[in-house]
């Protein structure tokens, strides 16, 4: 076994740990929380031992690169779009991917209906929430999410299973608690309005510096890259 094999292996095995440790602390077990492995920027030999390892699903923040990626794994392979998806795109990946997390415009959800209209299927998505109203991040705002939601709800080809947010870049991943709570709140509200085609089941929410927070707030998907592949290298 390569060193770099190794490398994933342990830190899989630390992330898994850690997981379970923030799921008991919020009175749920390891199996309640989905792990997405985030493998933007990382080759597929590395991607592959993710795979053999046992966990079928990538999270990737670009069309392109799951379009490059994509033919290399088998068709159990689950592809997550969780980047910013531009409407032209849509066409690209409708059908390879299994849930898109970064729907952040009526625009976009109305051009997903249509493409998975004509596909013949009904694509899940997550609604994207800017939790800090941070200039450089895409997203709907925490208040007006509920009425967004409405207005996209009445789409058939789409289904709308739960909120996403990408929190802040910060030191202490403890400032970012408040963020993950009321975003947990307000999937709750939302989901106790019983709007036809809404389900709030998940809430896509943690990333390598603060997935445990996340987690003890609330949150069942955390995105993890660099705590799994190491840092990523952007010039190759
Ligand atoms: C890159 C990325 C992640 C993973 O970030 P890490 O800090 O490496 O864990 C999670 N979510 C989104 C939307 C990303 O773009």
Do not use: C
Request: no cysteine.
């Amino acid at each position: 076994m390569s060193d770099t094999e190794k490398d994933i292996l342990f830190n899989l095995e630390e992330v898994n740990k850690k997981i379970e440790i923030a799921a008991k602390k919020s009175g749920r077990r390891r199996e309640d929380i989905f792990l997405l492995p985030v493998t933007k920027t990382m080759p597929t030999e590395k991607m592959q031992v993710v795979y053999d390892y046992g966990i079928k699903a990538f999270g990737e923040n670009k069309v392109q690169e799951i379009l490059d990626k994509y033919d290399k794994f088998p068709n159990d392979t689950k592809w997550h779009l969780i980047g910013h998806l531009q409407t032209n795109k849509v066409k690209y990946i409708i059908d390879k991917v299994t849930l898109i997390h970064s729907v952040d415009s009526e625009k976009l959800a109305e051009e997903i209906d249509k493409k998975a209209s004509a596909a013949g299927i009904v694509m899940d998505i997550l609604v994207e929430i800017n939790v800090a109203l941070e200039d450089t991040k895409f997203g709907i705002k925490l208040e007006e999410t509920e009425e967004f939601i409405k207005r996209i709800s009445k789409l058939k080809n789409i289904r709308i299973k739960g909120l996403m947010t990408v929190a802040p870049y910060v030191e202490n991943p403890e400032d970012n608690r408040h963020y993950f709570r009321e975003l947990r709140k307000l999937s709750v509200d939302i989901g106790k309005k019983n709007i036809d085609n809404v389900y709030m089941d998940i809430l896509s929410m943690g990333m390598t510096n603060d997935y445990e927070i996340a987690i003890e707030e609330g949150s069942n998907m955390v995105r993890v890259g660099t705590g799994i592949f190491g840092k990523r290298n952007y010039n190759i």
